[in-house]
């Protein structure tokens, strides 16, 4: 069992921008890939972006595409989400998950049930 904790939420207006954190513990970071999902007020949880162990493999959904970078900094077990330009639909409890498949170790993956740790959240509000 792993630990995941998430930071970097807040209020911003639109056009801002975020850095969201997720920091893990318990296993060596690098048997994970990770992902960042988000659930905005009475909508489902749905993938945002998603990145293989070492970095080198990303994607993301479409309505975040070009704003959003997701990254990691294996040394430090640390995911991170650099969120711009961002928008009033992109208010949201973003969530940072773990999965050890290996196809999502090697080559990354946004199915939410190949996720099997999750942080507990944190809140994004954008205002226009």
């Known amino acids: 069992q792993i630990q995941l904790v998430e930071s970097g939420g807040g209020s911003v207006q639109a056009g801002g921008s975020l850095r969201l954190s997720c920091v893990v513990s318990?296993?060596?970071?690098?048997?994970?890939?990770m992902a960042w999902f988000r659930q905005a007020p009475m909508k489902e949880r749905e993938f945002v972006g998603r990145i293989n162990w070492n970095g080198a493999s990303t994607a993301y959904v479409d309505s975040v595409r070009g704003r959003f970078i997701i990254s990691r900094a294996n040394a430090s077990s640390t995911l991170f989400l650099e969120m711009n330009s961002l928008k009033p639909e992109d208010t949201a409890v973003y969530y940072c998950?773990?999965?050890?498949?290996?196809?999502?170790?090697?080559?990354?993956?946004?199915?939410?049930?190949?996720?099997?740790?999750w942080g507990q959240g944190t809140p994004v509000t954008v205002s226009s």
């Open positions: 318990g296993r060596p970071f690098t048997t994970y890939a």
């Open positions: 998950a773990a999965s050890s498949d290996y196809s999502c170790l090697r080559y990354g993956c946004a199915a939410t049930s190949l996720y099997h740790d």
